[in-house]
């Protein structure tokens, strides 16, 4: 899919910095498609050269991080050219998460992108971070995916189950939500009930991993049929036909492991894990009950989340799918879902790894339509907490 | 004086939303509440109930904050006869493991005059507790049966200003 079909005369170089929860992120990105860097401050913590930051959430450790991050992810960026002539001047734009996050852990990568937009002279553009998610996916993938027609993208995460139409045309990007959770993220469905069954967190690893020993049969679970219902006051805020629901689930393991006396074993099993413990270690510490409630747990999500999806693409008449957010790293989701889309000769796009949980190269490629199309944001730039995609 | 404590028994969530709303009456700013049950109690649910009769959120829009941690409602009161602007704040500390990490929430910027603030898995925390009028806590009985009881402490904790 082309997208700079507007002359663009500068380096089409963009620092995205993204910090709307958990993670404090840069990145450099080169018209909206090349990665010169992208620096996750829990990376940095890992092989901590750069002073040891600890990621955690909220606002005081992001002000901690930023700094450090941002210079890794400029040197990381000159590396990626070759050294010499990449500077801070080099830059076409800062790209910054205005929301949707915490107030106060955005304000940190907003007043940061400020100052530097405002100290180098160049524009700063303010990116929605579900956008950011659909960019992560078109970074890799812009190539593969059709030119015309709408894209729907499913954002899901540990907070987001988000349905989009994305659609590029007047040289913008247009979203417009059509689906989304009612109560809990289908991730963090898989966060909890990792963590009612004793298992490590986030779940999301440590059931891909365990569910591919279980009988995804074995335990059969539903989802109750959620009716968009009419606001009492009269319209609907949204329209939003495809719902989601999480939280029944949940309960419904709850229920399962009591009624089955899982307990003992359950909290044995606790004990055993610790925080150097792998997700591939634990298949040990699990019965067969358990490995197929795991495996019956992830197929009835993932069918929910396919079954949606593919009845929202054939509905708006989408012409190709992308799939972002950490959830889009399951093995089981990425395979049905390849699957089902391949069966109804729809392109499928999903994001690598580094670009499905947050990150800053995301923001620095969602910028970059908006640089050719000279959406710049105000100085007066806040945190929208709340900030929707689309309408 | 015993405190004021009110209790409802609830069998689906159609009815833990109906009595969110009845609730929400007796949630007269400044208020900040624990909300307190396990997994699955319904405290999502219940928050749904008491956004929307704020005319702070349809039930739809109400969504755990669990991985988010705070999610903002603004909607309105009627005060004196007049509808006045509320705030409505559902927290969730679940996954806040020290006093360090829940002070760069800045709860004391969401304790407003205007605003009504309840915490999920505050009890963990006894600066929370300490910090709290009172709460709501939701037991799970047989089935989908849900005991929801809002306790106030007896002295009205004088709100932040």
Known sequence: ?391 | MTPPQTEFVTHSSAETIAVGRKLAALLTPPKFLILHGDLGAGKTTLVKGIAEALDAAESDEVTSPTFTLVHEYEGTLDRHGKRTPVLLYHLDLYRIESERQLETLGLDDLQTDDSIVLVEWGEKFPSVVKRSQGEIVMTSLDGDARRIVLKMKPEPTAAKS
């Open chain 1, 1 to 391: 899919m082309m997208v700079n079909n507007v002359p663009h005369t500068g380096s089409g170089l963009i620092l995205g910095i993204e910090s709307s929860c958990d993670e404090t992120a840069a990145a450099v990105v080169e018209r909206g498609t090349r990665q010169l860097s992208n620096v996750v401050a829990s990376q940095i913590a890992i092989h901590s050269p750069y002073g040891g930051v600890v990621p955690e959430l909220a606002s005081r450790e992001h002000l901690r991080a930023i700094v450090p991050v941002v210079d890794a992810a400029l040197r990381e960026a000159r590396l990626t050219m070759g050294g010499a002539g990449f500077g801070l001047n080099s830059l076409d734009a800062i790209a910054v998460t205005e929301g949707p996050g915490l107030a106060g852990a955005l304000l940190v990568g907003i007043g940061y992108a400020k100052a530097l937009a405002y100290a180098l002279s160049k524009p700063l553009i303010a990116v929605n971070h579900l956008e950011g998610h659909i960019h992560a996916v078109l970074l890799e993938h812009a190539a593969s995916l059709p030119v015309t027609g709408p894209l729907l993208a499913l954002v899901v995460s540990g907070g987001h189950t988000h349905l989009y139409l994305a659609e590029h045309h007047n040289h913008t990007w247009h979203y417009r939500n059509v689906g989304h959770t009612v109560d809990d993220a289908a991730g963090e469905a898989f966060d909890k009930v990792a963590k009612l069954l004793g298992l490590g967190y986030p779940g999301g690893p440590w059931i891909d991993h365990l569910a591919t020993h279980g009988n995804p049969d074995a335990v059969p679970f539903s989802f109750a049929q959620i009716k968009p219902k009419v606001h009492r006051g009269g319209q609907r805020t949204s329209d939003a036909p495809f719902l989601f629901s999480f939280s029944g689930i949940k309960t419904a393991v709850l229920r399962y492991v009591e009624t089955h006396a899982m307990a003992a074993s359950i909290a044995a099993r606790r004990q055993q894990i610790t925080a150097s413990t792998k997700p591939a270690d634990a298949l040990q510490l699990c019965d067969q009950q358990t490995l197929d409630l795991l495996a019956s747990f992830q197929r009835a999500v993932v069918d929910d989340l396919r079954r949606k999806t593919f009845a929202a693409a054939e509905h708006y008449g989408a012409h190709g799918l992308l799939i972002s957010g950490g959830v889009a790293a399951n093995r089981e989701l990425r395979s049905r879902f390849t699957r089902a889309a391949g069966e109804r000769g729809l392109p499928i796009a999903f994001p690598a790894l580094s670009l499905a949980t947050d990150n800053a190269a995301m923001i620095a490629a969602a910028a970059w339509p908006k640089l050719l199309a000279g959406d710049f944001a105000p100085s007066s730039l806040s945190a929208r907490a709340s900030l929707p995609l689309g309408q």
